[in-house]
């Protein structure tokens, strides 16, 4: 009996912090954490000897199945549970309960609120299981329910984002093919406006992944795209606004505290999931030198020192880090420091 009220206790405080509590909560040994490490590590396993055509088709339902598997288990363990308290107060139910098997019917019955009636609590005690049982099981239920609808709402905002990116930083996202996209379309005053818009974004992504640490693992819905590929872009254009171009027109203010904000964010999530991101190398010289003809031609007027470019991959290496070890731990898409601008239809 003490082992099951254990059971039952360890089950609803896993549930109440994964699903209840709007921010990060620490647990390595709750239930659902357990069952994470299980399901992704197996998976990075068989994707890597997977063929990369088909990888996508793997990982893709990976994350709606762990939740729907995880609802399952919260429910059998549970069940499992409230079976030991009932088995140690089998003289309290009639018929009484001959063997275990029949407890975890019993259990199972009241959990799920079916109530056929071939066993039935009298005593006190067991009425009292019998009820909180029933209570459990809907309740697990229903803010499962309730937890999967704020999943696919905060991916959803998450993924609208990562779509209306695609056409500006490419696929997958560049900050430099960003930057040269504003820059063909003439629109780099709307630079201040993207960064104020990402900012936003940034907040939403941080408030949600760390309460609900299961997005991480979803995957977009569009080839070569990821949130962590935008990301990475966006941060890579305003590490090049505000230390390699000269502030004649780029709105070197809002990219700096997007920049703040990005940063933020990445090191928020290294800090909770202990990534194993790997630092960049620092740009060479022909990278350089592509960014600048490229940013050059389409408008940005780009500095040609060292030191500036020192900046640069110093700024660079704050947040890169921490965006491979997601690439890495979740198998995302990761942002292309120079890429190439995808044509926007009507437009060469």
């Known amino acids: 009996m003490v082992l099951g009220a254990l059971g039952v206790l360890w089950v609803l405080n896993d549930i109440f912090k994964q699903v209840l509590v709007p921010r990060a909560t620490q647990g390595v040994n709750r239930l659902s954490v357990l069952f994470a490490r299980l399901?992704?590590?197996?998976?990075?396993?068989?994707?890597?000897?997977?063929?990369?055509?088909?990888?996508e088709d793997l990982l893709g339902p990976l994350a709606p199945f762990y939740f729907i598997m995880l609802l399952g288990i919260w429910l059998f363990a549970l069940v499992v549970s409230y079976s030991l308290i009932l088995w140690g107060?089998?003289?309290?139910?009639?018929?009484?309960?001959?063997?275990?098997?029949?407890?975890?019917?019993?259990?199972?019955?009241?959990?799920?609120?079916?109530?056929?009636?071939?066993?039935?609590?009298?005593?006190?005690?067991?009425?009292?299981?019998?009820?909180?049982?029933?209570a459990s099981g809907i309740g697990t239920v229903a803010v499962a329910i309730t937890f999967l609808f704020s999943i696919i709402g905060a991916f959803q905002q998450r993924e609208r984002f990562v779509v209306i990116l695609d056409t500006r930083a490419?696929?997958?996202?560049?900050?430099?093919?960003?930057?040269?996209?504003?820059?063909?379309?003439?629109?780099?005053?709307?630079?201040?406006?993207?960064f104020?818009?990402?900012?936003?974004?940034?907040?939403?992504?941080?408030?949600?992944?760390?309460?609900?640490?299961?997005?991480?693992?979803?995957?977009?819905?569009?080839?070569?795209?990821?949130?962590?590929?935008?990301?990475?872009?966006?941060?890579?254009?305003a590490a090049l606004?505000?230390?390699?171009?000269?502030?004649?027109h780029a709105p070197i203010g809002a990219a700096r505290l997007f920049?703040?904000?990005?940063?933020?964010?990445?090191?928020?999530?290294?800090?909770?999931?202990?990534?194993?991101?790997?630092?960049p190398e620092p740009t060479t010289a022909a990278q350089r030198e592509t960014i600048r003809t490229r940013l050059s031609r389409?408008?940005?007027?780009?500095?040609?020192?060292?030191?500036?470019?020192?900046?640069f991959d110093e700024l660079r290496a704050q947040y890169v880090k921490p965006l491979d070890g997601?690439?890495?731990?979740?198998?995302?898409?990761?942002?292309?420091?120079?890429?190439?601008?995808?044509?926007?239809?009507?437009?060469?």
Do not use: C
């Open 170 to 194: 490419g696929a997958p996202a560049s900050g430099v093919a960003l930057l040269e996209t504003y820059g063909a379309l003439r629109m780099m005053d709307d630079l201040s406006t993207l």
């Open 326 to 348: 997601i690439g890495r731990r979740w198998l995302h898409a990761t942002a292309l420091l120079i890429g190439e601008r995808t044509a926007l239809p009507g437009h060469n």
């Open 196 to 237: 104020r818009d990402s900012e936003l974004w940034v907040a939403d992504v941080l408030d949600s992944h760390l309460a609900y640490p299961i997005l991480m693992a979803f995957r977009s819905s569009h080839k070569d795209e990821s949130w962590v590929a935008a990301l990475g872009a966006l941060l890579d254009a």
């Open 89 to 134: 107060l089998r003289d309290q139910v009639q018929p009484p309960l001959p063997d275990f098997g029949s407890a975890v019917y019993f259990s199972a019955t009241s959990l799920l609120t079916i109530g056929y009636g071939d066993f039935v609590a009298t005593g006190g005690w067991t009425r009292a299981v019998s009820l909180f049982a029933g």
């Open 241 to 248: 606004l505000v230390t390699v171009s000269a502030p004649d």
């Open 298 to 311: 389409a408008g940005f007027t780009i500095r040609d020192d060292d030191e500036s470019w020192k900046q």
């Open 259 to 279: 920049l703040d904000v990005g940063t933020h964010l990445t090191h928020d999530l290294d800090a909770y999931f202990d990534l194993p991101g790997r630092a």
């Open 39 to 55: 399901v992704f590590i197996t998976t990075r396993r068989i994707a890597a000897v997977t063929p990369v055509e088909w990888r």
